[in-house]
């Protein structure tokens, strides 16, 4: 069984930046899609990027592109993050998932981490 935990979530002040990182264990990390979500209170999750086994295939929500970077690292097992420019409109639980393929459907993702909260203040 997997295992993913997200880091890095905090608060930040509006065209700041944030990292998020997420560890997986449990199954080979190299083999497998990783996605970030996010839900905002009120809202459903919604899809933010996602990327591929070898790094080299990227999506991203039309809300975050130019402004997030989704990368990963097959050797540390870890999937990063990078958010610049964010905006009060970011605010939300932000959950790291992994699955057999980048998909921007949540139902493609088998196992989810516990979220970590981003909160951008105007």
């Known amino acids: 069984q997997a295992m993913v935990v997200e880091s890095g979530g905090g608060l930040a002040q509006a065209g700041g930046s944030l990292r998020l990182s997420c560890a997986a264990s449990g199954r080979t990390f190299s083999a497998y899609a990783m996605g970030w979500f996010r839900q905002a209170p009120g809202k459903e999750r919604e899809f933010v990027a996602a990327?591929?086994?070898?790094?080299?295939?990227?999506y991203y929500a039309d809300s975050v592109k130019g402004r997030f970077i989704i990368s990963r690292d097959n050797v540390k097992n870890t999937l990063t993050l990078q958010m610049n420019s964010l905006r009060p409109e970011d605010t939300a639980v932000y959950y790291c998932a992994t699955g057999p393929t980048p998909t921007t459907n949540s139902y493609g993702y088998d196992y989810w981490g516990q979220g970590t909260q981003v909160t951008v203040a105007s």
């Open positions: 990327i591929g086994w070898n790094g080299v295939i990227t």
